[in-house]
């Protein structure tokens, strides 16, 4: 009798805090993004079975994430944000330098890249000072909360990674729109930024500059940077209302199309399937980005509400920045396609938000009934 | 803003909230609609474009590889140039079949199995969208007995291309170095430095020597072309064209000429030579011998070449002017004599009276003069020009060790020259610091005793020594060694070069170095240890002789030369400057196992002395490989 009843309860007790539907969805891209991996690394079987185990990695800490409680995720922010600050600074100080710039630490056993981390940290913690102050909120607060931004930006802005620095921007941006920040303040700070370009300008980069220079007209920098874009945008055009078939893209199979597995993937997807194929993937995108507003909105307490809706607005930051970067709207910062370019990081990261939001949802739900 | 003392309005800030929420699901739409309006841009408005400039890839962006700066001695002599030559090239995805293509190009053209294995590799390394080599340096008849037959080779191709060339082979390869083929290494370090854009293209990169350290200027700036092609791939029309930069031309501060001198002198030694000039730093001669040809890795080195020069006991590939680090041996004398003048620890005139061996207090080992029985009473200048090892046990056992390493290392002893080459060695200038470091072991008083006469511990490059022989030359001035004297700018004559200062001046009693160098000239005068060579010569030659030990000797054996095997002999040095009242070129001659260096090493000096200041040319020099042809 006991037997035959513990393996369903088993299950049941697995799948408890395991959104189906958000999972459904995230399953959908995630296969779409092996599909596309196997046509951009020219068959690639092993490429592939990489990537694969990249994802059952990053699931495995999905369903551990949905299953902790909300307040021990709650107890994990300032802890979390204060090492990932100490991990920036030991970078800033000893990082290694690759490809020009100071991103990766070494810590004998391995080489980490803590701005990977800051990205859940920096919103985890600003919901959490939130929601500590949320009985007594003033300007100040939101002042704070801003600083708390800005000082892991400055420093990932620094080494330099500005694509990270704007999704961790982007990211924090959503808590402080999330909680309130008033329409007027919003006004001024954007008069503001406006007016400060100029001196932003002149502390980016020398690549970066030219990274969003050469937007304006790829064609300068044909052998380099433009390249990138001027592939792509071919990729893309040439795809069509259909697409050219599944393993038929004649840019990414007999051209030199860079970065095609990682940042650029989105190319290879677009020239096979057109724009049909975008439809579908955008639509897998807004329907992701849906029900993590259903989960927000439904959310029980302002900590979580805020945590959800800047998880949720992130991914779909994500999505549009790198999409935009590979058709031509924005300049090439290197933001991967979430869940569907090749990399185990950026996967973990994306899915731990995910498991956030699951226990966002389902712990609620517990607390409900 | 005013506070808000209120109890707060649950509803009210869920109802708040909410509408943000709201707010957001319509921003995230407005921007999905504007990543589609694009895609319909793109993929239906725009498409035909698109899908022509795909399809028959109409327009391709096609590179133009700059050509490399030419290198040249300080007279205009040619030492690294490029000439056009043919290759035959394939394509690998575009072919039906590689190995067949292959085995039908056999029949027409020479392809050796060496050929077939450097291009394996190659297409390890490389796309197979990419245009690779087979066969380089193409006979007329060759190409034009494929040209023939091309219509059955879709996806290969001949190709013109600049070949880099060295036409004095081994005599510059330590110094000029080689390009060779980009590999995965070279394309990291590329991208690292953000230098990849220029780089498209190119199959090559300097690897060693000037090749390599002026890489910057040497290759220049690809240029780019667009260029319509049709369905087979092939140039119909050129849209439009930003023309490369050629890579600037070096002119070196080295002399071809006296490089030859130098080379010949040697004879069969293996060994090295620096020169330099004394007042600007300038170097005049750079040999590492023996030599290889470099043109052999231009283009990836077959096997069989490989493993000689590999495998050879004569280490060819040792760039031992720069890399080798032997001990000083007596070449270490005058300066230890400026020491001993410098700390107060010995005046000029006196003297010690030498048994032939020395003594620490309080032990019994015996620490020998290589002249049985002693050079009876010594003073400084006598120490120097007889090379009295005796006197010089006694003034580092007072010195002491740090103080030798402080006022050596001021000559540039223990640390890199500066010069303008990759991968120099710094030798070793021992301290009571550096051994606890290096063998967690206190320093030991014997262990001053045979850094006195530069055995022991202490280790320096041939190149370290003509650094420092050059500033002991020039009365202090430390002028950075370096080759390259100017770059000429593409197209223009460029910028003069620029006016060499010295880098430090080091301040001498003046009385303490004029008796050191009247010491140094006496060496090569009739009674000092190289008389022989300097015999006859109508300027003042000042120099100091020195033996590195290959094999320690043990307490109360004797080395005798001919009883050891060849290998095994000691190495000989060889240090002088030129004039030695107005001198114009300080040199270090290195002869490994050439036993003494009073007549082995400094008869090499001597003939190179010989050509710089008088222009005497000692036999016929050879001509560089294709002199008499012409090349552009």
Same mark, same amino acid.
């Given at each position: 009798?006991?037997?035959?009843?513990?393996?369903?309860?088993?299950?049941?007790?697995?799948?408890?805090?395991?959104?189906?539907?958000?999972?459904?969805?995230?399953?959908?891209?995630?296969?779409?993004?092996?599909?596309?991996?196997?046509?951009?690394?020219?068959?690639?079987?092993?490429?592939?079975?990489?990537?694969?185990?990249?994802?059952?990695?990053?699931?495995?800490?999905?369903?551990?994430?949905?299953?902790?409680?909300?307040?021990?995720?709650?107890? *994990?922010?300032?802890?979390?944000?204060?090492?990932?600050?100490?991990?920036?600074?030991? @970078?800033?100080?000893?990082?290694?330098?690759s490809h020009g710039a100071r991103r990766w630490l070494n810590l004998g056993v391995m080489t980490i890249q803590p701005s990977e981390l800051m990205k859940i940290a920096v919103p985890l913690m600003m919901a959490w000072y939130f929601e500590k102050h949320e009985a007594t909120l003033t300007l100040k607060n939101y002042f704070v909360a801003a600083l708390l931004l800005l000082m892991p930006v400055l420093l990932i802005a620094r080494q330099p990674d500005l694509g990270t620095a704007i999704l961790i921007s982007a990211s924090g941006f959503y808590v402080l729109f999330l909680a309130g920040l008033s329409w007027r303040v919003m006004g001024v700070l954007l008069v503001a930024g406006l007016g400060s370009l100029p001196v932003l300008w002149s502390m980016l980069h020398e690549y970066q500059r030219h990274r969003i220079l050469m937007l304006f007209d790829p064609a300068q920098d044909a052998l380099g940077k433009g390249y990138h874009t001027i592939q792509g945008t071919i990729a893309v055009g040439s795809g069509g209302v259909l697409g050219k078939g599944y393993l038929n893209g004649t840019q990414t199979h007999l051209d030199f199309l860079p970065e095609r597995t990682t940042d650029f993937i989105f190319a290879v997807y677009s020239e096979e399937f057109g724009l049909l194929g975008n439809l579908i993937l955008l639509g897998m995108y807004l329907f992701v980005i849906? =029900?993590?507003?259903?989960?927000?909105?439904?959310?029980?307490?302002?900590?979580?509400?805020?945590? $959800?809706?800047?998880?949720?607005?992130?991914?779909?930051?994500?999505?549009?920045?790198?999409?935009?970067m590979v058709i031509g709207i924005l300049p090439v910062v290197g933001v991967p396609l979430p869940l569907v370019s090749y990399g185990g990081t950026s996967m973990v990261t994306l899915l731990l938000g995910f498991g956030m939001l699951m226990s966002i949802h389902t712990h609620k739900k517990l607390v409900q009934t | 803003m005013k506070r808000r003392v209120e109890l707060k309005n649950i509803q009210r800030e869920i109802y708040h909230f909410r509408l943000r929420l709201v707010l957001s699901l319509g921003f995230v739409l407005f921007m999905l609609l504007v990543l589609l309006a694009r895609f319909v841009y793109l993929q239906v408005v725009k498409h035909s474009h698109y899908q022509t400039l795909a399809e028959n890839n109409r327009i391709s962006v096609v590179p133009?590889?700059?050509?490399?700066?030419?290198?040249?001695? =300080?007279?205009?002599?040619?030492?690294?140039?490029?000439?056009?030559?043919?290759?035959?090239?394939? *394509?690998?995805?575009?072919?039906?079949?590689?190995?067949?293509?292959? /085995?039908?190009? $056999?029949?027409?053209?020479e392809i050796q199995p060496k050929d077939r294995k450097r291009f394996k590799k190659l297409l390890a390394e490389r796309h197979d969208f990419e245009s690779l080599p087979i066969r380089t340096r193409l006979s007329d008849e060759e190409v034009a007995r494929f040209a023939a037959q091309r219509y059955r080779f879709p996806g290969v191709e001949i190709k013109a291309r600049l070949?880099?060339?060295?036409?004095?082979?081994?005599?510059?390869?330590?110094?000029?170095?080689?390009?060779?083929?980009?590999?995965?290494? #070279?394309?990291?370090?590329?991208?690292?430095d953000d230098r990849a854009a220029n780089y498209r293209g190119s199959d090559y990169i300097g690897k060693t020597g000037i090749e390599q350290s002026y890489e910057n200027e040497l290759h220049g700036k690809t240029g780019i072309e667009q260029v319509e092609v049709d369905a087979g791939g092939r140039g119909v029309r050129v849209l439009s064209r930003t023309p490369p930069v050629s890579g600037n031309d070096l002119v070196l501060t080295l002399d071809a000429k006296l490089q030859q001198v130098a080379e010949q002198a040697f004879g069969n030694y293996r060994g090295a030579l620096v020169a330099i000039d004394p007042n600007n730093g300038e170097v005049l001669a750079f040999v590492s011998r023996p030599g290889y040809d470099p043109n052999l890795f231009v283009d990836g080195i077959d096997e069989q070449s490989w493993s000689e020069l590999n495998n050879s006991p004569d280490v060819p590939l040792n760039n031992r002017a720069l890399r080798g680090q032997y001990p000083p041996g007596s070449t270490i004398k005058p300066f230890m004599a400026l020491a001993g003048l410098h700390y107060n620890k010995r005046a000029p005139g006196y003297t010690i009276s030498d048994p032939g061996y020395y003594t620490l207090p309080g032990s019994s080992h015996q620490y020998r003069d290589w002249k049985k029985g002693g050079h009876g009473s010594v003073d400084l200048f006598k120490s120097v020009v007889i090379s009295c090892d005796t006197y010089y046990y006694g003034l580092a056992?007072?010195?002491?060790? #740090?103080?030798?390493? $402080?006022?050596?290392? =001021?000559?540039?002893?223990?640390?890199?020259?500066?010069? #303008?080459?990759?991968?120099?060695?710094?030798?070793?200038?021992?301290?009571? /610091?550096?051994?606890?470091? =290096?063998?967690?072991?206190?320093?030991?008083?014997?262990?001053? @005793?045979? $850094?006195?006469?530069?055995?022991?511990? #202490?280790?320096?490059?041939?190149?370290?020594?003509?650094y420092a022989t050059a500033i002991l030359a020039n009365d202090g001035a430390g002028y950075r060694p370096h080759l390259v004297r100017q770059v000429q700018h593409a197209g223009s004559n460029g910028p003069a070069a620029p006016e060499i200062r010295p880098d430090f001046e080091l301040k001498f009693n003046p009385e303490h170095l004029a008796l050191v160098k009247r010491a140094m000239t006496a060496v090569t005068q009739p009674g000092g240890t190289a008389a022989g060579a300097g015999a006859g010569a109508p300027y003042g030659i000042a120099g100091k002789t020195g033996t590195a030990q290959v094999v320690g000797m043990k307490q109360g054996e004797q080395y005798i030369e001919s009883q050891v095997q060849e290998r095994l002999r000691d190495h000989a040095w060889f240090i002088a400057f030129a004039p030695a009242d107005k001198p114009k070129i300080a040199l270090v001659v290195l002869a490994e196992n050439g036993g003494h260096g009073g007549s082995t090493a400094a008869p090499i000096a001597r003939k190179v002395l010989d050509y710089y200041l008088l222009g005497k040319v000692p036999q016929p020099l050879p001509a560089a490989a294709g002199e008499e042809e012409e090349h552009d």
């Open positions: 009798m006991i037997r035959q009843r513990l393996w369903p309860r088993l299950w049941k007790r697995f799948i408890l805090h395991i959104d189906p539907v958000l999972l459904a969805a995230l399953g959908l891209l995630m296969l779409t993004g092996l599909a596309v991996l196997y046509s951009a690394s020219d068959g690639d079987w092993g490429r592939v079975l990489r990537q694969a185990g990249n994802m059952l990695v990053a699931l495995g800490i999905l369903w551990l994430v949905a299953n902790l409680p909300l307040h021990y995720l709650m107890r *994990t922010a300032l802890p979390v944000y204060l090492l990932g600050m100490v991990l920036l600074a030991g @970078v800033a100080l000893f990082g290694e330098i849906a =029900r993590g507003f259903i989960i927000t909105a439904d959310a029980s307490t302002y900590f979580t509400r805020l945590m $959800a809706g800047s998880i949720t607005l992130t991914f779909f930051t994500y999505a549009f920045v790198n999409m935009g | 133009i590889v700059p050509n490399r700066g030419l290198i040249l001695d =300080r007279n205009g002599v040619v030492l690294a140039h490029n000439y056009s030559g043919y290759t035959l090239e394939i *394509t690998p995805s575009k072919t039906g079949g590689l190995e067949a293509t292959i /085995e039908q190009l $056999a029949q027409i053209v070949f880099r060339e060295y036409p004095y082979r081994e005599l510059t390869s330590h110094l000029i170095g080689y390009i060779g083929r980009i590999n995965e290494s #070279d394309i990291q370090q590329l991208e690292e056992t007072e010195l002491g060790i #740090d103080n030798m390493h $402080a006022y050596l290392s =001021r000559f540039g002893f223990g640390k890199k020259t500066g010069i #303008d080459l990759e991968g120099e060695a710094a030798g070793l200038l021992p301290s009571q /610091e550096w051994k606890q470091k =290096r063998y967690q072991q206190k320093w030991y008083a014997g262990d001053t @005793v045979s $850094a006195g006469i530069g055995q022991g511990y #202490d280790l320096v490059t041939p190149m370290q020594l003509a």
